[in-house]
């Protein structure tokens, strides 16, 4: 091998060579180390219901809209992407559809065994979990033997054991308020950091309405705002370095009043927080038009008063993504910066649903025995229909699917009223139309061919477990609970020009109660009564010739309604229902009294009877709704087609 020469440098070249080393090194002592910067990755999953695999069981058939099986997908993806991540779920998982059922009525789970949502999540490395409202459904006792197969720690502050003193300063909290993780991060120059990010989860108060038969006396519930102001400071003193509230309540710029229901907008304004995953309402943030000029919310970065927050729909539609940028100034972690978004799993083009990740084939393995067993489950014939029975005008008209539960429900009263005080009453029924479209999505309708009845016909018509309950009105508490009802609809300018939408999407579906046994109309142009207990006089309300057997309803006459828990115990805070008025509380519910009526008759003919309909009073004003595309082939002559919409939804003009 050839040698090349030395290299030869003359003096003055080694002086300037000299002089930039040195120049360098006195920069780099004058100047201070630039602060260590970590970017993390905080992935939400929420309102999951049960939808682990992407299936309707309603329709027997797979679904591309929902499944946490797909939803997978998005967590695998967005990991890979992020150098430092971590997964939460934020409630409402237990419950919500047949799997649910199936593992807490079909088989029953015992103590030890692994929840189905389980199976899955436990492979999905989950890092901690908040309880929602509809996970109480099944009782304490359920809950807790649920939670046991979780490999990850649940978290709800707000709910204390319940205790026979009013000092508040002593109560216990039934779960784990938070938790402080310590997680290893990289931070953006490759230097490792251990970073202990706390997390603190939130329920809506009102479970004790919602399910006050099995929760009174065993717990109690807090103002969600109240709490983290308590809990907050506590966290950051033992040792957190960042603080995640997760918030199984919705967001609404309403005026916080105490003990809300969705109370995200103000929990954002509580001192130490970093970054806000919320649900509940089943909602899409950033990103749903609903938030638009929410004062302080950027609907578009992500952000409530410069908090990052995330709500990823429900069903596993949506993966929810928060990335914070962590810098470490004098020895603590601060948020520099952060923003949110939420993945679709599907996107809809002209009413077509087309995926945009593929299922996890790990994640539906882990739950295939206990999908083929709920799918056997749902199988077993209760019964059978002499007409079709669907939902998808039952905000527009009498449906046979609302009629359908109304008469179970008369049926079964009739018989356990037998030999009581109360037989001779007149009697009523309430029932609401749960799967109406909304923000559930344009596959959330009711539709039951005619024929066979299986139980997931059941289940499809009536979708919680409620327990089956009878209360005692008089006629004014009656109306009141239909003006109350009638909120559901916007109030229509019979003078407009301008197009008006019927349906209030702010007040869901299942507070739309109609009330067999009377007769009524409802005048959309009378403006909406709120926050009064009391029903106005006849005719200075929406609820107009409301009538008993062709006569006006007497205000002091007394009628017992058959309801449901939900309902009877305070559920939609509707007037003289806070479970003081419940005098039977049945030992079935709704669902399976459904199913009893379907195995006592040979055939049930579901045909609405019409008791309630719209005042003829909008004269030639233009009225929209939107539903099912399906329910084309299905409308009467008052309803006029118009168009596909954006989001899959068939637009309807109403003529009264």
């Known amino acids: 091998m050839r040698r090349g020469k030395p290299l030869a440098i003359k003096p003055d070249a080694w002086s300037r060579m000299l002089r930039c080393v040195l120049g360098a090194a006195l920069l780099l002592a004058c100047c201070p180390a630039l602060p260590a910067t970590v970017q993390l990755r905080v992935m939400e999953t929420t309102d999951l219901h049960m939808h682990l695999m ?26 890979k992407e992020a150098a430092n991540s971590v997964l939460v779920d934020n409630g409402d998982l237990l419950q919500g559809n047949p799997m649910g059922d199936y593992a807490a009525r079909g088989r029953v789970l015992r103590f030890g065994e692994t929840h189905p949502a389980f199976k899955a999540m436990n492979l999905l490395g989950y890092d901690v979990g908040n309880v929602g409202n509809h996970d109480f459904n099944y009782g304490l006792d359920y809950l807790v033997k649920a939670l046991h197969g979780a490999n990850f720690p649940y978290v709800s502050a707000n709910v204390v054991v319940a205790d026979p003193d009013d000092d508040d300063s002593n109560d216990q909290p039934y779960f784990r308020p938070w938790v402080i993780l310590g997680k290893t991060v990289v931070d953006d120059s490759g230097g490792r950091h251990r970073l202990n990010i706390g997390y603190i989860g939130f329920v809506p108060p009102q479970i004790m309405d919602w399910d006050r038969d099995k929760l009174s006396g065993l717990i109690k519930t807090k103002d969600i705002v109240d709490t983290a102001r308590r809990y907050v400071p506590e966290m950051r003193a033992h040792g957190a370095d960042i603080v995640i509230a997760m918030a199984h309540s919705g967001m609404y710029d309403n005026a916080r009043r105490g003990m809300d229901e969705n109370a995200v907008y103000y929990l954002a304004k509580v001192h130490g927080i970093d970054a806000i995953l919320f649900g509940h309402s089943h909602r899409v943030f950033p990103g749903d038009e609903l938030f638009d000029g929410f004062p302080g919310v950027d609907n578009q970065r992500g952000t409530v008063f410069g908090i990052p927050a995330v709500m990823p729909g429900f069903w596993g539609s949506h993966l929810g993504v928060v990335d914070l940028r962590l810098r470490l100034e004098d020895g603590a972690w601060r948020v520099a910066g952060g923003h949110a978004e939420a993945r679709p799993i599907y996107r809809r083009e002209h009413g077509k649903a087309t995926p945009l990740v593929e299922p996890v084939r790990a994640i539906a393995n882990a739950v295939r025995d206990d999908h083929a067993a709920t799918r056997a489950y749902m199988d077993k014939t209760v019964g059978a229909t002499a007409t079709a029975i669907n939902s998808y005008f039952a905000l527009i008209e009498d449906a046979p699917s609302v009629q359908l539960v109304n008469n179970a429900q008369l049926w079964y009263a009739r018989q356990i009223l037998r030999g009581t005080p109360y037989a001779g009453l007149p009697l009523l029924s309430a029932a609401s139309p749960f799967r109406a479209g909304g923000n559930a999505g344009v596959d959330n309708y009711t539709d039951v061919p005619a024929g066979a009845i299986a139980l997931r016909n059941v289940a499809d018509l009536y979708i919680y477990p409620n327990d089956l309950k009878i209360v005692l009105l008089t006629g004014r508490q009656v109306r009141a609970w239909l003006e109350k009802s009638a909120e559901v609809f916007n109030t229509i300018d019979p003078h407009s020009s301008r197009a008006q939408w019927l349906v209030n999407e702010k007040t869901p579906a299942y507070n739309f109660d109609v009330i067999d046994g009377v007769t009524y109309e409802i005048d959309l142009t009378r403006p909406l009564r709120t926050g009064g207990s009391a029903a106005p006089k006849a005719g200075e309300g929406r ?3 409301l009538s008993y057997h062709g006569k006006p309803v007497d ?27 419940t005098v039977i509380d049945a030992p079935d519910k709704n669902r399976d009294v459904i199913a009893a009526y379907f195995l006592a008759g040979a055939v049930i003919d579901p045909a609405a009877d019409h008791n309630w309909k719209f005042a003829a009073t909008t004269g030639e004003a233009v009225i929209y709704f939107r539903t099912s595309p ?18 899959g939804f068939a637009k309807f003009r109403l003529r009264p």
């Not at 399906?630 to 989001?647: C, E, H, L, T, Y």
């Open 630 to 647: 399906k329910a084309r082939g299905s409308a009467g002559p008052n309803m006029q087609f118009v168009s596909i919409m954006d989001d």
């Open 543 to 545: 609820i107009r010739n």
């Open 54 to 79: 992407g299936y309707d069981y309603y329709r027997d058939e797979v679904s591309v809209t929902a499944g946490l099986t797909r939803t997978a997908g998005l967590i695998a993806a967005a990991r």
């Open 555 to 581: 205000p002091a006459q007394k009628f017992l309604v058959v309801t449901n828990s939900y309902r009877a115990d305070g559920g939609g805070r509707f007037p003289a229902l806070d479970g003081t008025a």
